[in-house]
């Protein structure tokens, strides 16, 4: 009797866990995204969608992400506070823009003299990047991921060309992120303008010169119209937007369909890299043969030893500042050093050998 009835508790169980894991596989979910990018923004907005519909597929439909641009949600630069707040269940956008909330959050994106994007996917997925971030954001009740790299940004645009120190003093420019600490040490007045208004802020002379993305983006937004000098980058070598997830509405999620957001953000973001590279080769075509105004510069010699030694100094101040921050900025260090030593023997030779045939 005794056993018997143990016997039948056993079998109420396994009914029981087996009908709740049916009643779970046949859940079906929808996470409403904010992203940062107006509609139909390419590249950026591209990576929402294909990240969208590889979710839809893989997933038999059992999960489905509903996008908001901008012009919908009206907070292009609200997304963290959306997401931390379960207004939105997941964000699209970048983590330096919440540098002003939250410092630490500036290290995700890109990094002035930093790594390129190779290396810092590297960082990120086996050299304790993604646990960096996770600690960053576990207190805001969100879940950080990689969100698709740009590359090597563009130095940005400039009305007048730049010369010396001297004709950075008092220049307005956008320019997100640490770079934008790093210029305001050399004398520019930096601010951070959502992409929607970039265009009329230069045109109106709100600002002197703009920092956005690269040719494709670039291209699309007309500055080339308006601007002569095109600077190379130096600031964002690998510019990293990223996912942000709410972290109950995670914890709700079934485990295969947080395995397969986890492997559709990650194809996404690699999937941005190489659009990336394929969108600014045309475009710089483009811009090559229909805008001959436009010349490419690199700041000079002095400007660059300017900056690097800003760049140094502000990253040994915000070590001081914050336990966290000194940890990022020590792992991200000895990363590059280590990664880079491999990349000077690898990359860099080829383009050099390359160079010279
Ligand atoms: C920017 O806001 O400048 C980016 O590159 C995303």
New binding site residues.
């Given amino acids: 009797m005794k056993i018997r009835s143990v016997l039948s508790a056993a079998v109420l169980a396994v009914a029981t866990t087996f009908a709740a894991t049916q009643a779970l596989a046949q859940d079906k979910f929808t996470l409403k995204l904010a992203e940062t990018w107006g509609p139909n923004f390419p590249i950026f907005g591209d990576t929402t969608k294909r990240f969208a519909e590889t979710v839809e597929k893989m997933s038999d439909g059992r999960l489905t992400i509903r996008i908001d641009s901008a012009n919908k949600h009206k907070a292009p630069l609200g997304v963290f506070d959306m997401v931390k707040a379960g207004q939105y269940d997941m964000g699209h956008s970048?983590s330096y823009y919440w540098k002003g909330k939250v410092p630490e959050t500036l290290f995700f994106t890109s990094m002035p003299f930093g790594m390129n994007a190779m290396e810092q996917y590297a960082w990120f997925y086996h050299g304790g990047g993604m646990e960096l971030m996770q600690e960053v954001y576990e207190p805001h009740n969100m879940l950080s991921f990689p969100g698709g790299n740009?590359g090597v940004?563009m130095g940005g645009w400039f009305r007048k060309e730049i010369k010396s120190l001297e004709d950075l003093q008092g220049l307005k420019m956008r320019i997100?992120g640490f770079a934008g600490e790093v210029f305001a040490e050399v004398g520019v007045n930096p601010t951070n303008i959502a992409?929607g208004e970039l265009y009329t802020a230069l045109e109106r002379n709100t600002i002197d010169a703009v920092?956005?993305?690269g040719p494709a983006l670039d291209l699309r937004l007309g500055f080339q119209q308006i601007a002569d000098y095109y600077y190379t980058g130096w600031h964002?070598p690998a510019?990293e937007?990223q996912f942000l997830v709410n972290k109950r509405v995670w914890e709700r999620l079934p485990a295969d369909l947080q395995e397969i957001m986890r492997v559709a953000m990650r194809t996404a973001s690699y999937d941005m890299l190489v659009h990336s590279q394929h969108e600014n080769a045309k475009a710089w075509a483009n811009i090559k043969q229909d805008y001959p105004n436009v010349q490419i510069k690199q700041f000079p010699e002095d400007i660059f030893q300017a900056m690097y030694d800003a760049n140094k100094k502000l990253l040994t101040e915000a070590a001081e500042d914050s336990a966290i921050a000194k940890k990022i900025i020590d792992s991200q260090l000895s990363y590059q050093e280590q990664s880079r030593a491999y990349t000077d023997i690898s990359e860099r030779a080829y383009l050099n050998t390359m160079a010279e045939v």
Avoid: F, H, I
Wanted: aromatic share 10%.
């Fill in positions: 970048a740009t940004q997100p992409p920092e956005w993305v964002e510019t937007l």
